[in-house]
């Protein structure tokens, strides 16, 4: 299944990565062919193990990124990306898939704050959202969420695709 999926999945994460960079969406005709088209093509491929696989794809993105979804740190079109990345590629691969992202995405924010110069305040954030975890539990932090329009926002899909990507290259 890896070579079938590999041109859809680089094709779609690009065009969203450029969609997000340009509008901060990853948009809904996007997103839904690109899950449907992962669970008709893992079907075919694979039969009836290939669909589970892609259920199972689809339930790991959707659990795994939509609790960051529902906390506040997440947007939903990075949720239905990575639902479709799982689609394709199923929860193994998703799973290092996920690995890749939270790596990309770390060394992307981290430079973007050090280039804009509020390293300071992302590092007071983060350690806040990790001290303040244990008080809260999964409820979302009451200023740190993309809903408060004081909060920076980064487009993800670019840490999504570099995730999908190279999880490509580790299952080799």
């Known amino acids: 299944m890896q ?4 041109w859809p999945i680089v094709v779609v994460v690009v065009i969203a990565t450029v969609t997000d960079l340009r509008s901060r969406r990853i948009p809904n005709w996007l997103a839904f062919p690109f899950i ?3 669970i008709v093509t893992s079907t075919v491929v694979g039969g009836w193990a290939g669909l589970g696989q892609s259920a199972l794809g689809i339930l790991t993105g959707a659990v795994l990124m939509g609790l960051l979804y529902v ?3 997440m947007g ?7 639902v479709g990345v799982g689609a394709w590629v199923g929860p193994h691969q998703l799973l ?4 890749f992202m939270g790596l990309a995405g770390g060394v992307m924010v981290f430079g ?3 280039c804009r110069g509020f390293l300071k305040e992302l590092l007071t ?3 806040d959202l990790i001290v ?3 008080k809260r539990g999964l409820r979302p932090h009451p200023t740190l969420v993309l809903s408060n329009p004081a909060t920076r926002r980064m487009p993800y899909a670019p840490a999504i695709a570099a995730g999908a990507i190279l999880s490509f290259f580790a299952q080799q």
């Open 3 to 6: 070579t079938v999926a590999w």
């Open 36 to 38: 449907l088209a992962g």
């Open 71 to 73: 906390l506040g740190g």
């Open 76 to 82: 939903m079109g990075d949720v239905k990306l990575c």
């Open 96 to 99: 290092t898939a996920l690995a």
């Open 112 to 114: 973007w704050a050090l």
């Open 125 to 127: 954030g983060s350690g």
């Open 132 to 134: 303040s975890f244990g």
